[in-house]
């Protein structure tokens, strides 16, 4: 994109340099045909017509814009023809000259540019009356009439044109010139037209006055019929040039180039001088005030719009023009010639109720156009279009920089530390060494659970402004977890970058103010390098990330990488694997837990809860298997697993007529899986359970920071028509947020509470809190845990609802469960069918 100053301009009194040898030729020539003639004020009756007739060619004119020169159709060659045929030479010059002084006044042009163009008039018409006096007499209106005014209007015409060629390089350089003379080819056919048209005319006349009539209704009807025309193809191209300007905005929206290919199409449709785009600056981007200028190729780094004007469409958010023809902003006028401004239009770009900007117009090009209301309803389409491709512009590379930087701290995320440690790695000097330093922080959890996560967010920003000011200048700092940031830089050896990183771990372990408290948080930092450590920036970053994790045990908290630290990670990876085969296999079992309505002792459903038995480790805790399912990608079929057993026993319980609903746990991983209510909406379908019958139980503390990005799952999963519970409720944090926030019908107490109420106040407390707090809120209570008969007593004086717990029964396969049914239940009848109710609880 060019980006240049405004191009050396003289001032247009430099024009006099042009306007005073045109004048002088016009006037020693009017002397000359004085003096040959002196009698020619006689055919003053003739004058006044052929006055009459200039007068109305120029009301009549079409203008072409030729840079910023208003350049006519010359209609006034048809009169001129009609002159010099029937007029002595002296009447002709004076009647051109006073015709356009009379059409000059008429613009209200600068003194300036109306003495230019009566003595271009004046001279051109000399020139063609000089021809005339070179050539034999005129006679007649045969032939050889019709070449000695052509010649003679076709003089009159190139000296004319070239006059404004030559004002024009004169005061603009010479490329705006050399534009002007280019066009002259045009500007000569036109004016050849016109001279036929006029000698036509003549030959009419001099067969009899009285076709002067028939012409002048002719000549009306044609200037009329050409008007219209003329106004409906300027519509017709308009509609095409919006359209073009916007395929090329939408085109070039998000590339950079959005200024050049707006600005210059919008002053060329719109006929300006000057066409700005202005965007304030709005976080990272900072302000933009570029300028297209006609006659200059690059952008302008200036507006010539006034200030008063563009703070008056910003505030009211709506489009502000100024000129002759707005009487409703005439209170501005004066600004605009403080400014040396003809007229201008200020459209706000709007996104939204938002406004981004400007898009500007000024000085329409011609001494006698001006901008018009039409104008202002093109410049907003134009606009509109402009603002959504500055904002998607804006959001594309806002979606850049959040792809590759952390929200919270602004740091590099773990992909642009990969990519950034990629080319680290590709280039490394004999004798130095590519390090990777990993701080782990320690008690994030703990802040998160005690003071909120904003508590967190404070700590964790804290930290990463600390690490910036350590890291030296040649190092990238990045966080690439919820608690773990990055340092890579270049060191002379191993040796060195465990010094380093030990030197920064003590730096950071200063105190940090989070709140109104002064909190001292510690790290553990892992050491990886490059090349002991390997080449793989992955490899690197993983390693770094081991031996953090090492370093938490070690008094120092700083620790080398050693390939010792894999095995664990090792045996992980071959548990993956042998999870990997026992789903394939069917060899994983679903327990199931009942769970009981305490009011009148009956059955509700169960919850399915997933096992394993090992070949070789033998039972493999759930909380173990279920990590590895998280860290390997397999949590999506493990719930499916469960999920489908529980739905198959789900219809055959319904198809036993002992319906009995069933809960199943959910992780956050798994809310976060867009694809998880397509597979619940089908497993619905085929195994023909309603879907009231089937809870999602989401764990409280899982939940935590990912509230925002699980939301459309639940609601997703709510407008299936499933139940939604909040899992170990209390454990977290900002249950009652959640509460509001989550679209949930149940509430499931955490065991560790509903097992201690029986013998510690607080506990009891929480429980009471919890079930009267969801009752509020309309929500049913589970509580977990029930052990003993105090505890269930306890549940039901607070108005509990359900309860689950060992004092019922403990997780049992399907086949134990139904004997327990047999032994445990009892078949009632009650107004919506059977159902089992507990014998007794033992």
């Given at each position: 994109m060019t980006r240049r100053g405004p191009s050396p301009r003289r001032s247009p009194e430099y024009?006099?340099?042009?306007?005073?040898?045109?004048?002088?030729?016009?006037?020693?020539?009017?002397?000359?045909?004085?003096?040959?003639?002196?009698?020619?004020?006689?055919?003053?009756?003739?004058?006044?017509?052929?006055?009459?007739?200039?007068?109305?060619?120029?009301?009549?004119?079409?203008?072409?814009?030729?840079?910023?020169?208003?350049?006519?159709?010359?209609?006034?060659?048809?009169?001129?023809?009609?002159?010099?045929?029937?007029?002595?030479?002296?009447?002709?010059?004076?009647?051109?000259?006073?015709?356009?002084?009379?059409?000059?006044?008429?613009?209200?042009?600068?003194?300036?540019?109306?003495?230019?163009?009566?003595?271009?008039?004046?001279?051109?018409?000399?020139?063609?009356?000089?021809?005339?006096?070179?050539?034999?007499?005129?006679?007649?209106?045969?032939?050889?009439?019709?070449?000695?005014?052509?010649?003679?209007?076709?003089?009159?015409?190139?000296?004319?044109?070239?006059?404004?060629?030559?004002?024009?390089?004169?005061?603009?350089?010479?490329?705006?010139?050399?534009g002007v003379l280019r066009s002259a080819p045009a500007a000569i056919g036109t004016a050849s037209i016109n001279?036929?048209?006029?000698?036509?005319?003549?030959?009419?006349?001099?067969?009899?006055?009285?076709?002067?009539?028939?012409?002048?209704?002719?000549?009306?009807?044609?200037?009329?019929?050409?008007?219209?025309?003329?106004?409906?193809?300027?519509?017709?191209?308009?509609?095409?040039?919006?359209?073009?300007?916007?395929?090329?905005?939408?085109?070039?929206?998000?590339?950079?180039?959005?200024?050049?290919?707006?600005?210059?199409?919008?002053?060329?449709l719109m006929r300006a001088e000057?066409?700005?785009?202005?965007?304030?600056?709005?976080?990272?981007?900072?302000?933009?005030?570029?300028?297209?200028?006609?006659?200059?190729?690059?952008?302008?780094?200036?507006?010539?719009t006034p200030t008063a004007v563009r703070e008056r469409a910003l505030a009211g958010q709506h489009a502000i023009a100024v000129g002759a023809a707005f009487d409703d902003t005439a209170d501005l006028r004066h600004t605009l010639r403080d400014a040396s401004v003809k007229d201008v239009i200020v459209i706000p770009l709007r996104s939204g109720q938002t406004t981004v900007g400007s898009l500007e117009v000024v000085n329409r090009l011609g001494e006698t156009q001006s901008f018009r209301q039409a104008d202002v309803q093109v410049l907003e389409t134009i606009a509109a279009h402009a603002a959504v491709a500055v904002e998607n512009s804006r959001l594309v590379d806002r979606l850049r920089y959040d792809a590759y930087h952390d929200r919270l701290t602004s740091l590099p995320n773990r992909r642009r530390m990969t990519d950034a440690l990629a080319e680290s790695v590709k280039v490394r000097a004999p004798g130095e060494v590519v390090a990777v330093l990993l701080f782990d922080v320690d008690g994030l959890r703990e802040v998160n659970e005690s003071m909120g996560h904003s508590a967190g967010d404070k700590l964790l920003a804290e930290v990463a402004e600390r690490l910036r000011n350590i890291a030296g200048p040649g190092s990238l700092v990045g966080r690439i977890g919820g608690d773990e940031f990055v340092v890579t830089l270049r060191a002379e050896s191993t040796e060195a970058t465990v010094r380093l990183a030990t030197e920064m771990r003590e730096q950071l372990r200063g105190p940090m103010v989070v709140g109104s408290l002064t909190l001292d948080v510690d790290t553990a930092a892992g050491v990886a390098v490059q090349p002991d450590h390997g080449d793989d920036p992955e490899a690197l970053l993983r390693r770094a990330e081991l031996a953090a994790n090492a370093a938490k045990m070690l008094p120092y908290g700083v620790q080398l990488f050693h390939p010792a630290l894999e095995s664990r990670a090792v045996r992980r990876l071959g548990l993956a694997a042998d999870l990997r085969r026992a789903l394939d296999n069917d060899e994983l079992d679903v327990y199931f837990q009942p769970k009981v309505r305490l009011s009148d002792r009956h059955l509700v459903g169960v919850e399915c809860l997933a096992r394993w038995q090992h070949p070789a480790h033998g039972e493999v805790a759930p909380e173990d298997f279920i990590a590895v399912a998280e860290h390997t990608g397999q949590l999506h079929r493990l719930t499916e697993v469960v999920l489908t057993m529980g739905l198959r026993r789900c219809r055959a319980w319904a198809d036993a007529d002992r319906p009995l609903s069933i809960a199943v746990n959910l992780s956050a991983r798994t809310l976060l899986d867009s694809r998880f209510p397509e597979l619940v909406h089908r497993l619905i379908k085929e195994y023909r359970v309603p879907p009231a019958q089937i809870t999602f139980e989401i764990s409280e503390p899982g939940m935590l920071g990912e509230i925002e990005r699980a939301l459309p799952t639940l609601y997703r999963l709510r407008d299936l028509g499933?139940?939604?519970?909040?899992?170990?409720?209390?454990?977290?944090?900002?249950?009652?947020?959640?509460?509001?926030?989550?679209?949930?019908?149940?509430?499931?107490?955490?065991?560790?509470?509903?097992?201690?109420?029986?013998?510690?106040?607080?506990?009891?407390?929480?429980?009471?809190?919890?079930?009267?707090?969801?009752?509020?809120?309309?929500?049913?209570?589970?509580?977990?845990?029930?052990?003993?008969?105090?505890?269930?007593?306890?549940?039901?004086?607070?108005?509990?609802?359900?309860?689950?717990?060992?004092?019922?029964?403990?997780?049992?396969?399907?086949?134990?469960?139904?004997?327990?049914?047999?032994?445990?239940t009892e078949p009632e009848s009650t107004p919506t069918g059977e159902v089992r109710r507990l014998r007794a609880v033992i």
């Open positions: 024009a006099w340099l042009i306007t005073t040898p045109l004048a002088v030729f016009a006037f020693v020539c009017g002397l000359v045909f004085w003096i040959s003639d002196p009698t020619w004020y006689q055919a003053w009756l003739g004058g006044l017509v052929a006055l009459a007739g200039i007068v109305l060619a120029a009301v009549a004119v079409l203008n072409v814009l030729i840079r910023q020169q208003n350049t006519a159709v010359v209609l006034t060659e048809i009169p001129l023809v009609l002159a010099i045929g029937f007029l002595p030479p002296m009447m002709v010059l004076t009647v051109v000259t006073v015709g356009a002084v009379i059409a000059q006044l008429r613009a209200r042009v600068e003194p300036t540019k109306l003495w230019f163009n009566v003595a271009k008039a004046g001279a051109a018409t000399s020139a063609a009356l000089l021809v005339v006096a070179a050539l034999p007499d005129l006679r007649g209106a045969g032939p050889g009439t019709w070449g000695i005014l052509f010649a003679a209007c076709i003089t009159s015409a190139i000296v004319a044109h070239a006059a404004v060629g030559s004002v024009i390089m004169l005061l603009q350089g010479p490329q705006a010139g050399q001279i036929a048209v006029g000698l036509v005319f003549l030959v009419a006349l001099d067969a009899t006055p009285w076709a002067g009539l028939l012409l002048g209704v002719l000549v009306g009807a044609v200037v009329l019929l050409f008007r219209s025309f003329e106004g409906f193809f300027r519509q017709h191209r308009t509609l095409a040039d919006v359209y073009e300007l916007t395929l090329a905005v939408r085109e070039h929206s998000n590339d950079g180039g959005l200024p050049d290919v707006l600005l210059g199409r919008v002053r060329r000057y066409a700005t785009l202005w965007l304030p600056a709005q976080g990272r981007h900072p302000e933009v005030l570029l300028t297209a200028r006609v006659d200059d190729a690059g952008l302008l780094d200036i507006s010539p499933v139940r939604l519970s909040v899992d170990d409720f209390g454990t977290g944090a900002s249950s009652l947020s959640y509460l509001r926030q989550l679209p949930v019908q149940e509430v499931k107490i955490d065991d560790s509470f509903v097992q201690g109420m029986a013998t510690d106040t607080g506990d009891l407390a929480i429980v009471r809190a919890v079930i009267s707090l969801s009752r509020e809120f309309g929500l049913t209570v589970v509580a977990e845990g029930v052990e003993s008969e105090l505890t269930l007593e306890l549940l039901e004086e607070m108005g509990c609802e359900i309860g689950q717990g060992y004092l019922f029964s403990r997780p049992l396969p399907y086949e134990r469960l139904e004997a327990w049914f047999s032994a445990q």
